[in-house]
């Protein structure tokens, strides 16, 4: 079955260290999405691409980075910069419009002691 | 995009219909509703979307007044997995940047 996977569900890191998460999907979709939810609160978008090589900051980008070196994957480094890295991260894919709705892997939760 | 309104909680007997409505009275005629949930602590998921007729899959159906200001997410046989967080979205299809502004959707509680 085709899908979005993240990896880790559930990361534990020690302040100031950097950590990346994992995102693949196997839908052959054009852009990929991060998105970070804090609770009781919306999805925020850090960053996004619509192609291989590309990508675009979202509203919160500080603190974070991304690559895009395959259309499959799109994972996402919290640096040491993020000032606030505990949080869900969510990590979506869609054609290249989003005209057919997101799809959306499980989330990692990220817990920065 | 343009903004939505939706209750804030709904309760739905087990079984029973469940009816979401959404009011996105600000709606261009370019953008479509688009409907999804999220269950606790996972990712959400896409449900449906419209332009201006009604529409139905295997998940709900999606029903849009005529003057496309507001719409109503019907579950027809709501179950106990169907408890969940429920957002009404409005965008266009072109420009696409990502965004997706969920707002604080409707939490639907589904009772036995």
């Known amino acids: 079955d085709g899908g979005i996977t993240q990896s880790p569900k559930y990361l534990f890191r020690k302040e100031g260290q950097n950590v990346t998460l994992s995102c693949e999907q196997n839908?052959?979709?054009?852009?990929m999405y991060w998105y970070r939810q804090d609770p009781g609160q919306g999805l925020r978008l850090i960053y996004y691409?619509?192609?291989?090589?590309?990508?675009q900051k979202g509203d919160i980008a500080e603190g974070y980075s991304v690559s895009r070196e395959k259309k499959e994957s799109f994972p996402l480094t919290v640096t040491s910069a993020q000032k606030n890295p505990t949080a869900f991260y969510l990590c979506a894919s869609s054609s290249q419009t989003g005209a057919l709705g997101y799809t959306f892997g499980s989330g990692t939760r990220l817990t920065v002691v | 995009d343009a903004k939505t309104t939706q209750p804030p909680s709904m309760d739905c007997a087990e079984g029973r219909a469940a009816n979401l409505p959404c009011n996105h009275s600000t709606i261009s005629g370019n953008e479509y509703v688009y409907w999804y949930r999220q269950i606790h602590s996972q990712g959400p998921q896409y449900i449906i979307h419209g332009l201006k007729n009604n529409e139905t899959n295997e998940m709900a159906s999606l029903i849009i007044t005529e003057d496309r200001k507001s719409s109503t997410l019907i579950l027809p046989h709501a179950t106990l997995r169907d408890t969940a967080v429920y957002y009404c979205i409005v965008r266009g299809y072109s420009g696409n940047t990502g965004k997706l502004i969920f707002g604080q959707g409707t939490t639907l509680q589904v009772k036995p």
């Open positions: 691409s619509q192609i291989v090589n590309d990508f």
């Open positions: 839908l052959n979709h054009d852009a």
